[in-house]
């Protein structure tokens, strides 16, 4: 049933205002002179360095994404294969796959800090804390950390200003395409993540909360994370609109595609043509400052079928 967005539209908007306060970064100088840097990371992990790292390698290609828009990419010694935007990231030097990246290839690039962190890395996280180097987990759940992410690389690379102009950008963009949507009734969708095993976005992912910024309704939101989903269970929902991205089966995806899948051929949303696949997936998969070309995105999509 489709309702007027209100209280969870105006919630999720302010809490997309404010930055993950418990998560802030802070600096104060040491009795040495140095800086001492302080913070929790997303992982929970204590980090405390004596000074900020001019040698930085990034498994993470958001953080990549999020080192070039603070204008910090000197500060980039290395990068996974997966770092493929901007163009510029293409030009440094590679220490293997994102699930699988080369711990002798990181150690030799001396870092002072590696950004990662994601648990599929888990084996040379740990050998890396093992040896004494850093490693900083900036990967979003959400928009507010998103924000925050963005202000812990400004923090460690020196480069604050250029950090508060991205986030401040990004709210302004929110606050538009909020405004755009205050007065529209939230459309039904189901965003599909993967499709054998069949997965989607649940509620306490920043695609959830895409979805409702953009005027939708997440009609998987009554699971948590990044969940396995019935087929049986999608046609009792029987959303209105589907999103997706090409990358959602080893195949290319398309609207035809998903239209002619018996998975959802029974959809009216299928039936209608009312598919959305997103134009750049990494948009969309990453949690970084491109995340609101996701939204604006999905958001005329939403608004071209009511």
Not at 166 to 190: C, G, T, Y
């Amino acid at each position: 049933m489709r309702k007027k967005i209100s209280i969870l539209m105006a919630a999720v908007i302010l809490m997309v205002g404010l930055t993950a306060c418990s998560q802030k970064p802070s600096e104060q100088e040491a009795q040495t002179g140095q800086t001492a840097i302080e913070f929790t990371d997303f992982r929970g992990n204590e980090i405390k360095l004596d000074q900020h790292p001019q040698r930085i390698v990034s498994l993470s290609p958001t953080s990549t994404e999020v080192m070039f828009a603070i204008g910090a990419q000197d500060k980039l010694v290395g990068v996974t294969n997966s770092c493929d935007y901007p163009q510029g990231a293409l030009e440094i030097e590679k220490v293997g796959d994102f699930s699988g990246p080369n711990l002798e290839m990181i150690i030799n690039l001396k870092p002072d800090v590696v950004i990662g962190g994601t648990y599929i890395q888990e084996d040379v996280i740990k050998a890396l804390f093992e040896l004494g180097i850093p490693v900083i987990s900036t990967e979003a759940e959400n928009v507010a950390d998103i924000f925050t992410s963005i202000e812990i690389l400004g923090m460690l690379s020196q480069n604050e200003d250029n950090a508060k102009k991205v986030i401040d950008d990004m709210k302004v963009r929110l606050e538009e395409i909020a405004k755009k949507v205050k007065n529209s009734e939230p459309v039904p969708v189901f965003y599909v993540v993967w499709k054998d095993p069949f997965k989607t976005a649940g509620n306490n992912t920043f695609i959830n909360e895409v979805l409702t910024l953009a005027g939708g309704e997440n009609v998987a939101s009554d699971v948590e994370g990044w969940a396995d989903y019935s087929r049986e269970e999608l046609i009792v929902k029987n959303p209105y609109a589907l999103v997706s991205s090409s990358h959602s089966s080893p195949v290319k995806e398309t609207v035809e595609s998903f239209v002619s899948d018996p998975l959802f051929s029974e959809l009216e949303a299928s039936q209608a043509k009312r598919v959305h696949i997103m134009s750049d997936d990494s948009i969309i998969a990453r949690g970084g400052p491109r995340i609101v070309d996701a939204i604006e995105e999905i958001r005329v999509s939403l608004e071209s079928w009511k």
